[in-house]
């Protein structure tokens, strides 16, 4: 069964502290992994990985994939209060996106 | 428009009564999906369309739900007979091409079943 998980589930910090949060997944055919931030309603997009060991990096946040061990990290470093969000972790398999339950932030000042 | 919009925002109605949310797809995206988001857990996949048809509704929990996009571009999500348990954020989302690529999600519309 094609599934989704994500550690930890909750995660409180102090601003300027670094976080980071873990996807790992089981898919048939694998081809794409993605991160998203969920604010309030609707999730936005952060980053797709699809090759083993290439960083992809947008400021403070950078994520990184392993295909061997089928997990993918995202990190965020000198965390800010807008920060605090839910991080989703997405895999299509098939016609379907299997998501997380997400890692909820919060950072506080 | 710029983005996925959804209406309406939040609907609130009474156990046994039909609901119909719609979608607006960004222009051009051929691929369209509907999730179900409870609170404290990630989208659920219900349905995706490729153009008009559904190429993909395995993930509709059951016949009460129902989902149609006529002309390839707008998308109706309809819930008959809704129930208590129906209550939660649908969130839609449309993508140009494979279900591999980024999708981007509207602000979902939050339905109450009282």
């Known amino acids: 069964e094609d599934k989704v998980v994500q550690s930890p589930l909750s995660l409180v910090v102090h601003e300027g502290d670094t976080v980071t949060l873990n996807c790992s997944y089981e898919?048939?055919?694998?081809?794409?992994l993605l991160w998203y931030k969920q604010e309030k309603k609707a999730p936005t997009f952060l980053f797709m990985l699809?090759?083993?060991?290439i960083e992809k990096k947008s400021g403070r946040l950078s994520s990184i994939l392993d295909k061997k061990e089928l997990f993918s990290i995202l990190n965020i470093t000198a965390t800010q209060t807008g920060d605090s969000a839910v991080y989703l972790c997405?895999?299509?398999?098939?016609?379907?996106?299997?998501f997380g339950t997400g890692t909820s932030l919060t950072v506080i000042p | 428009g710029a983005g996925v919009s959804q209406t309406p925002s939040n609907k609130v109605t009474e156990k046994g009564k039909y609901v119909e949310l719609r979608c607006d797809p960004i222009?051009?995206?051929?691929?369209l999906y509907w999730y179900r988001q409870s609170l404290g857990q990630g989208p659920e996949f219900l349905i995706y369309?490729?153009?008009?048809?559904?190429?993909?509704d395995s993930g509709l929990p059951n016949d009460r739900f129902f989902a149609v996009r006529p002309e390839g571009s707008v998308s109706t999500l309809k819930i008959q007979r809704t129930e208590r348990g129906d209550s939660a954020v649908y969130l839609c989302?449309?993508?140009?091409?494979?279900?591999?690529?980024?999708?981007?999600f509207g602000p979902g519309t939050r339905l109450t079943v009282l």
């Open positions: 222009s051009g995206h051929t691929a």
């Open positions: 997405a895999v299509p398999a098939g016609n379907q996106f299997y």
């Open positions: 898919v048939t055919n694998f081809r794409s």
């Open positions: 699809t090759s083993s060991g």
């Open positions: 369309f490729q153009g008009t048809g559904a190429a993909d």
């Open positions: 989302a449309s993508s140009h091409g494979t279900p591999a690529n980024e999708q981007f």
